[in-house]
């Protein structure tokens, strides 16, 4: 499609709405207010996805080598379909294309660093006065494409903090939080690039995923290598069906197939709640133990229904003395393990556990605290982060927003801003050219400075006029998070 359709349908005649001789709009990108009271900075990325992806591909691709004739043609039929008889017309397509690149400036914070509410993370510009229009016109794009990376990526960063303060307080194996927070998200997000991008940025946290195209996005856009660096990764794992299809009355023999033929040793997730958990957990599992106590590997047992923190915490108004234990405690008494320096239990290595439904930030916090508190270290379960935690947000979780706040009429400069008398304040924009200065570790907004002082500062210029100026690297958008 040509990405100048990609657009809300206001968007095609601003070109004329703005006054008569408009020669440039100057906008930013913000998170403007948080809805997680957790989180009060977001991180900055997909910038660089959005424009390699669309600037540098799609309009390459599908605007710039296609037929000028057949580009207005498509354009003029749509926009005439669309608003009927207009004056929208045709001729600032047509000299777009003869340009043959987006004029634009796009000035950014580094990708990963974490950005206070209220701070511009980018900036974008026009650089020839007769594509004044393109800015904001590029506003639906930007904001469809970019708001759930970033989103995304500043939640993983959240568990990344819940699990990492536990592991420091309870674990032997701080590191492996790494492998902690695993990304079960993509079926349930809405579309492949909102499931593909959201996970790439839980892959700036963690490195467990089970959304194999996320890493093909850090590999394509990000200069990732998966040859010699580890992207994302996962293990062998069941599902229902397997579990299903082995019957009820078999699933002593499936378990023990799986874990004795099939996979004779790795790493292997046994979807465990089919049926009857307890039973697995208090039946099979020891009948099991000395095959699983002699492979060579881990087998990790996966509840997959009911409240999570009961089930692998223990629920002390359960019914009987297993519901009471629950997952990991069950897990101790059948397969024991060391208790580590720090005071706390940790299961053997030859055995573990995931759940994969329904976690929140709350649950994690709760389920790492319960474990605590029962002396067991947080690290003996991994937490399945999935949809219900990436896909239940909107753009304005973080209230993202991007807002012209300068622009030039006749070559005279107009600082601009919004203020509406009946906002709580969200949606106050910042006023004329801006930079962004890191002081004493935190990114800050100054506004109406001058084009000298706007070319200072923190904002540094990574696309102009058709070229990528800074192509950044998922390991140093990784370091950068952990900073």
Not at 188 to 217: K, Q, R
Not at 447 to 473: A, N, S
């Amino acid at each position: 499609m040509n990405p100048l359709l990609l657009t809300d349908g206001y968007k095609v005649d601003h070109r004329r709405q703005y006054p008569n001789g408009t020669t440039l709009v100057y906008s930013n990108w913000t998170p403007r207010k948080s809805r997680i009271n957790e989180i009060q900075e977001v991180v900055f990325f997909g910038l660089q996805y959005f424009i390699k992806k669309y600037i540098l591909e799609d309009f390459d691709l599908y605007f710039f080598k296609q037929p000028k004739e057949k580009v207005i043609a498509e354009y003029k039929r749509r926009i005439n379909n669309y608003l009927g008889e207009n004056q929208v017309g045709i001729d600032h397509i047509a000299a777009l294309h003869d340009l043959g690149y987006i004029p634009m400036v796009f000035k950014a914070l580094p990708e990963g660093v974490a950005v206070p509410i209220r701070v511009p993370m980018f900036t974008i510009y026009n650089t020839k006065p007769d594509f004044f229009w393109l800015t904001n016109y590029f506003e639906t794009l930007l904001s469809a494409v970019i708001w759930m990376p970033c989103t995304s990526a500043s939640i993983a960063k959240q568990y990344r903090k819940i699990l990492d303060k536990f592991a420091t307080e309870t674990s032997s194996t701080p590191e492996f939080v790494d492998w902690q927070g695993h990304d079960f998200s993509m079926r349930g997000m809405a579309g492949i690039e909102a499931g593909i991008t959201s996970s790439s940025g839980h892959l700036l946290s963690f490195t467990g995923t089970d959304t194999i195209p996320a890493i093909d996005l850090l590999e394509k856009y990000y200069n990732a290598n998966s040859d010699n660096e580890l992207i994302g990764g996962s293990v062998a794992a069941t599902e229902h069906s397997v579990m299903c299809m082995g019957t009820t009355e078999g699933e002593l023999q499936t378990f023990k197939r799986l874990i004795c033929e099939v996979y004779p040793k790795g790493i292997l997730s046994i979807v465990s709640d089919t049926w009857d958990l307890w039973k697995v957990l208090t039946e099979y599992l020891p009948q099991l133990k000395q095959e699983i106590a002699s492979r060579e590997g881990k087998v990790v047992i996966r509840p997959d229904s009911g409240d999570p923190v009961a089930i692998l915490c223990g629920n002390p108004n359960g019914k009987n003395e297993n519901e009471r234990k629950g997952v990991i405690e069950l897990l101790w008494d059948c397969f024991g393990g060391i208790v580590n320096e720090k005071g706390y239990k940790e299961l053997s290595p030859k055995i573990g556990a995931i759940y994969g439904d329904s976690i929140t930030l709350e649950r994690a916090a709760d389920i790492c605290q319960r474990l605590k508190d029962k002396g067991f270290a947080s690290t003996n379960v991994v937490l399945g982060i999935g949809s219900y935690t990436y896909q239940y947000n909107t753009r304005d979780t973080f209230g993202f927003a991007m807002k012209a706040t300068y622009g030039e009429v006749n070559s005279v400069g107009r600082e601009i801003f919004k203020d509406p008398i009946t906002d709580d304040g969200t949606k106050k924009s910042a006023k004329g050219l801006i930079k962004i200065e890191l002081e004493d570790g935190n990114y800050q907004l100054y506004d109406q400075v001058t084009w000298e002082q706007e070319k200072t500062g923190e904002l540094v210029e990574v696309f102009r006029d058709g070229k990528l100026l800074i192509d950044q690297k998922l390991s140093d958008i990784r370091k950068r998070m952990r900073g």
